[in-house]
């Protein structure tokens, strides 16, 4: 495709891209909302984006005091796969959190209260019974967020590396595996590698790319069958040198996302 302009010259596209989908994930190991839009913040990640995390036994999470911990603390698709037999639904307003077994509704809870928190727990006790340290507690915290990333970063994925990926290993894989926020539709593969210092202006947001994603084996979880497959963090350091797949980027300037907008490459 041609090369296109910004008003300020700086626009360094050598493609149309554009916003395929919009992600988040309220319960750090649970599945995905969809988003049509959404309105962000500068230095923020997206709203309720794991605003919530299930403990895995005790931890050292304090909720008047918050701070990072890493995932190994909490239910995670890195080594609770079971997890990803689960369907949720979040509704925002109520902050209740509604899951489903096989297409059938196996819990329900406001999430804002210890009652609603405490049904949610009862099930995940029973579901992941033979992999938990202790009773799971949903935990969290005003503005804190259970991310794998100290500071509040957006997950960032195209659609042209990702049929990459599948070419090399010869299947299918589901985007929402990469459990990213914003999916980009575009036609070079890889193209994102180069945008590290670079700004992702959408709308009138824009997303400073910091670093590119290291993968962990969350990203072998079969989202269909709960089960692991082939380790795609490998075939990637088999290609590639490194586990690299997406990047991470910071809000800097905040305003509304929407699927289909224009995305332009900013130097």
Not at 175 to 184: A, E, Q, Y
Request: with cysteine; proline share 4%.
């Amino acid at each position: 495709m041609t090369s296109q302009s910004g008003d300020d010259g700086n626009n360094i596209n050598q493609e149309q891209i554009s916003v395929h989908s919009l992600h988040r994930y309220p319960v750090k190991g649970l599945s995905a909302e969809d988003l049509d839009t959404v309105t962000v913040e500068t230095g923020q990640c997206f709203p309720y984006d794991r605003a919530y995390a299930i403990e895995n036994g005790p931890s050292r999470f304090n909720a008047k005091d918050p701070k990072f911990l890493p995932k190994i603390n909490f239910l995670a698709l890195m080594k609770h796969e079971r997890l990803a037999r689960l369907d949720t639904k979040f509704e925002a307003e109520t902050e209740t959190l509604t899951i489903f077994r096989e297409g059938r509704q196996v819990a329900k809870g406001n999430l804002s209260t210890s009652i609603g928190r405490n049904m949610i727990e009862q099930f995940i006790a029973a579901f992941m019974k033979e992999e938990l340290k202790g009773p799971p507690k949903l935990q969290s915290a005003p503005n804190h967020h259970f991310a794998d990333c100290p500071e509040p970063l957006v997950h960032i994925i195209t659609t042209a590396s990702a049929k990459a990926l599948e070419v090399i290993l010869n299947d299918k894989v589901d985007l929402k595996r990469f459990r990213s926020n914003i999916v980009l539709e575009t036609t070079t593969p890889w193209m994102e590698k180069q945008w590290v210092g670079k700004i992702i202006k959408i709308g009138e947001v824009e997303i400073e790319i910091i670093d590119e994603t290291s993968r962990c084996a969350a990203i072998n979880v079969d989202l269909e069958t709960g089960q692991r497959g082939r380790s795609i963090p490998a075939t990637l350091t088999q290609h590639f040198n490194n586990e690299n797949f997406g990047v991470y980027g910071k809000i800097i300037k905040g305003g509304e996302l929407k699927v289909n907008d224009t995305a332009l490459i900013l130097s």
